[in-house]
């Protein structure tokens, strides 16, 4: 800090310790650690975050805002959520441009050296793999460094360019499969669940050949307890199916339908955690297809009633973004628990999910199932 400050070149000074510091090491034991007021902490969390958070520590990218399923629970695409939505976002076809996609994966590869588990992805209000462009994108980041390459799917064009996203260096994948049965499955996505398993079934094949040569490549499951999946009573079933594949397939998940209200909120949502600080807002970015910013999922699905943005990429750039007003406001109202320009978070789900424990100065991690 005090180099980019009086501007001295590194080489001139590279020494971990001055001269002067070795005298720390000779204290008495009874000696006690500096310990800053929650004055200067919140400081350093605000107005000082390039030094202790310089980057994020993921980026998630929406590469386009179109979908070949209309999901019943899918509040972006479903066809009774699309009569609620208040915005045109999804009005026409939009695709972020190239330019802007590769800037998001050479700036995350800057925060590999801080962090061992950056992660790239591609998700978000969209289908990723309906775009012809993503096996580039995956190959860049790769040759980037960034360690995790992701994307969050519903599986159905996996037995078409499944194989292609794995050579391009994807390694991890979270692919939506909501039913055991194929009735089930056709009720609550409308597809052919025979094609979406073929699919994933030709990725994990394709994954352990090449972790035998030293990948490391995860797959999770997720299906969403709809009612419909509820009445069949499928749950065991689904486990079964795919106890075959768990070398690969490492996580699956059972979670809640999540149902909007016109302000972007789970309805569902009931507990309110004040004490807690969300932690996303210094390790999270997503930047949309329209280049607008958030840093959650909750943000996310805004862009349906009230859209939220902390910054735009095409005006300021990554940088400019996450060091920005935006993210500096969300900060500072996060620290307080006091949401103003920011009231979405009041009643959020996802900021639970990863919170800092503000009177005990830990971290704790809550999943919801």
Not at 186 to 204: F, N, Q, T
Not at 281 to 309: A, E, H, K
């Amino acid at each position: 800090m005090l180099r980019d400050d009086l501007k001295i070149d590194k080489s001139i000074c590279n020494k971990k310790f001055f001269y002067e510091s070795r005298k720390l090491f000779n204290l008495s034991y009874i000696w006690h650690e500096y310990s800053a007021s929650r004055e200067q902490l919140e400081f350093d969390l605000t107005d000082n975050v390039k030094y202790f958070y310089p980057y994020p520590k993921g980026i998630n990218v929406s590469i386009n805002n179109v979908c070949n399923l209309t999901c019943i629970m899918c509040p972006f695409f479903s066809k009774e959520f699309e009569k609620t939505h208040k915005t045109d976002y999804f009005k026409t076809k939009r695709v972020l441009e190239d330019s802007y996609i590769y800037d998001a994966i050479d700036y995350l590869s800057k925060a590999v050296e801080q962090y061992p588990d950056v992660t790239i992805g591609f998700t978000a209000a969209g289908e990723a793999t309906l775009d012809d462009r993503l096996p580039k994108f995956i190959e860049h980041a790769r040759q980037k460094g960034i360690p995790y390459r992701y994307i969050v799917t519903n599986g159905t064009m996996l037995e078409k360019v499944g194989v292609d996203l794995l050579e391009s260096g994807l390694n991890r994948m979270a692919i939506s499969i909501d039913g055991a049965t194929s009735e089930t499955y056709k009720k609550i996505r409308g597809a052919s669940l025979d094609k979406v398993e073929r699919g994933v079934r030709k990725c994990v094949e394709h994954a352990r050949k090449l972790n035998a040569f030293g990948t490391n490549i995860e797959f999770d499951l997720n299906c969403v307890l709809t009612d419909i999946f509820k009445e069949s009573d499928e749950k065991d079933m689904y486990l079964q199916k795919w106890s075959d594949c768990r070398d690969i397939i490492t996580k699956i998940f059972f979670t809640n339908m999540v149902v909007y209200d016109e302000f972007g909120l789970d309805k569902n949502t009931q507990k309110r955690y004040e004490k807690f600080s969300c932690s996303l807002p210094w390790q999270n970015f997503s930047v949309d297809c329209y280049g607008n910013v958030t840093c959650c999922c909750t943000m996310d699905s805004s862009v349906m009633y009230n859209p939220i943005s902390l910054g735009n990429v095409k005006e300021l750039g990554y940088k400019g973004v996450w060091n920005g007003i935006g993210y500096k406001t969300l900060r500072k109202e996060t620290l307080e628990q006091k949401f103003n320009k920011f009231s979405l978070c009041n009643g959020c789900a996802e900021r639970f999910k990863m919170c800092f424990d503000v009177e005990k100065d830990t971290t704790s991690r809550h999943e919801l199932n």
